[in-house]
């Protein structure tokens, strides 16, 4: 079991920062994919970034550039660095943790765009 808990979410105007992160318990993240999802009212949840266990990225075509999925294995945490901030970027993000067919999601942290 892996406990995955958000922080770092709020308001910010277009053009911002913001820097996400997840703290895990429970087990190591060493051996899960981690990831970063972000999902808006009426709509599907959808992957913004991951990271393998060998620290390899993916980003969705909508944050490359701007965002920078990264991870801690010594501190069982993973940081999303979001940058140059749109209003769609608006949504509830959350921290995910993926191996084979096992999942864990965090509560999820809002991140608002908004001037």
């Known amino acids: 079991q892996v406990q995955l808990v958000e922080s770092g979410g709020g308001l910010v105007q277009p053009g911002g920062s913001l820097r996400l992160s997840c703290a895990a318990s429970g087990s190591s993240i060493s051996i899960y994919t981690m990831g970063w999802y972000r999902q808006v009212p009426g709509k599907q949840r959808e992957r913004v970034a991951t990271i393998t266990s060998d620290s390899t990225t993916n980003y969705a075509d909508s944050v490359k550039g701007r965002f920078t999925i990264s991870r801690d294995n010594a501190k069982n945490t993973v940081t999303l660095q979001m940058a140059s901030l749109r209003p769609e970027d608006t949504a509830v993000y959350y921290c995910?943790?993926?191996?084979?067919?096992?999942?864990?999601w965090g509560q999820g942290t809002q991140v608002t765009v908004s001037s």
């Open positions: 995910n943790a993926a191996r084979f067919f096992v999942q864990y």
